[in-house]
């Protein structure tokens, strides 16, 4: 069966440049996240999409992130004017419910580098 | 200020021999708790939960042991073996938030 899949896997870009990450999550799954691992660190929370509510942002270190969530399945997630900081494995997941206690399944990430 | 951590980076053990993996929290509102296990180039993967109502849950070779008073879990893996070396990472949710909290992650060696 299909999992989550992100694309691209690998992606280097300058200093300055945009970039867009994306997310196709497990069908029929309405919970969406986004989560990112900087070398040695645990997996930071970046923003939630549930259905048609509003996003949850709380976790989006700057105004250069943004992410949308179309038709209620594909997401993107966009890194404007792209830092050497924001270097990291971008992670998307997703669930069944709402509730945090449902598992959330992971795709294999997006290696995100800035030179 | 981490809400979730696991102080040990890593850990080494010799196959057949039991793996305890620690995860700290700090807030008591956190009422689900979960481990995922993360190979290299791939994304995290769910192995066991608890909820707060319990203080031990097993599956198979796993057992995840919670005690709410220290706000401590652990997962034990009994007995090893070199398939589980892997990083892991314990999760915490509930009270208000939507969101799972990870911690930074333990690197398993396991040893043949």
């Known amino acids: 069966g299909a999992g989550v899949s992100q694309s691209p896997s690998n992606k280097v870009t300058e200093k300055g440049k945009d970039v867009e990450l994306r997310c196709d999550p497990i069908?029929?799954?309405?919970?969406l996240y986004w989560y990112r691992q900087s070398l040695g660190q645990g997996l930071e929370f970046l923003i939630y999409?549930?259905?048609?509510?509003?996003?949850?942002k709380s976790g989006l270190p700057s105004d250069r992130f943004s992410a949308e969530r179309t038709g209620g399945s594909v997401s993107t997630l966009t890194i404007q004017r792209t830092q050497q900081e924001d270097s990291a494995v971008y992670l998307c997941?997703?669930?069944?419910?709402?509730?945090?206690?449902?598992?959330?399944?992971f795709g294999n990430g997006t290696r995100l580098t800035v030179t | 200020d981490q809400q979730v951590k696991q102080n040990s980076p890593s850990l080494s053990v010799q196959e057949g021999r039991i793996s305890i993996l620690n995860c700290d929290y700090t807030?008591?509102?956190?009422?689900?708790f979960l481990w995922y296990k993360k190979y290299p180039a791939e994304g995290p993967t769910f192995l066991i939960s608890?909820?707060?109502?319990?203080d031990k849950n097993e599956d198979g070779r796993f057992t995840v042991f919670l005690n709410k008073s220290a706000k401590h879990l652990s997962l034990h893996i009994v007995p090893s073996q070199p398939g589980d070396s892997a990083v892991y990472f314990c999760?915490?949710?509930?009270?208000?938030?939507?969101?799972?909290?990870f911690g930074t992650g333990t690197l398993l060696a396991v040893q043949p």
């Open positions: 997941a997703s669930s069944l419910a709402r509730r945090n206690n449902s598992p959330l399944h």
């Open positions: 069908s029929g799954h309405t919970a």
């Open positions: 999409f549930q259905g048609n509510s509003a996003p949850d």
């Open positions: 807030n008591s509102m956190f009422d689900y």
């Open positions: 608890i909820s707060s109502i319990k």
């Open positions: 999760a915490v949710g509930g009270g208000a938030t939507n969101k799972l909290i």
